[in-house]
T-cell receptor, first 116, second 115 residues
């Protein structure tokens, strides 16, 4: 299993440009999510999905779009990049079943984004 | 709403010694899960250990153990016999056990192991 993969590893954008960060997982996880990590802060949730066709907003959704057409893929779109979106972006996935299990989230390697 | 507090921005420990990283939390959920992740300088997030609020015993995973004190709302990570490779950022996180899997993270503690 490759686990959770993210592309690209690093990207430089100019203000106003758009781009898509790719995330894929091969563990048949229902739940997928996007977090951003800024210096001195923990990870903050941008968007998440509990299954194909279902997405919802997290704590910091403004400026980002997501869709989930398959179980495996969960791309994050930056509509019009701003310097405030300079960050490290992590995708994560887990099982999403009823009950009290840990449903541990496993993270991709991250995408480092610089917006000039 | 959930909130995680990690009050130690940085910690130092001598190699082979034990170290405790603090984590306190606040939540209105009656059931919840607590996680610790390690982030080495290479940047990836590595899952270390999980504790469910309903678990009777403290979780252990090899050299990692979680000192869970529900009444105090604390979930401290204990690393025994520290190794140089333990130098990293450590994040405490939690989620409610109903609804989505969304994690709420603390700001992290940077651990440095001294040879």
């Amino acid at each position: 299993n490759a686990g959770v993969t993210q592309t690209p590893k690093f990207q430089v954008l100019k203000t106003g440009q758009s781009m898509t960060l790719q995330c894929a997982q091969d563990m048949n996880h229902e739940y997928m999510s996007w977090y951003r990590q800024d210096p001195g802060m923990g990870l903050r949730l941008i968007h998440y999905s509990v299954g194909a066709g279902i997405t919802d907003q997290g704590e910091v959704p403004n400026g980002y779009n997501v869709s989930r057409s398959t179980t495996e893929d969960f791309p994050l779109r930056l509509l019009s990049a701003a310097p405030s979106q300079t960050s490290v972006y992590f995708c994560a996935s887990s099982y999403f079943t009823g009950g009290r299990g840990p449903r541990t989230q496993y993270f991709g390697p991250g995408t480092r984004l610089l917006v000039l | 709403a959930q909130k995680i507090t990690q009050t130690q921005p940085g910690m130092f420990v001598q190699e082979k010694e034990a170290v405790t990283l603090d984590c306190t939390y606040d939540t209105s959920d009656p059931s919840y899960g607590l996680f610790w992740y390690k982030q080495p300088s290479s940047g990836e997030m590595i899952f270390l250990i999980y504790q469910g609020s309903y678990d009777q015993q403290n979780a252990t995973e090899g050299r990692y153990s979680l000192n869970f004190q529900k009444a105090r709302k604390s979930a401290n990570l204990v690393i025994s016999a520290s190794q140089l490779g333990d130098s990293a950022m450590y994040f405490c996180a939690m989620r409610g056990l109903t609804g989505a899997n969304n994690l709420f993270f603390g700001t992290g503690t940077r651990l440095t192991v001294i040879p």
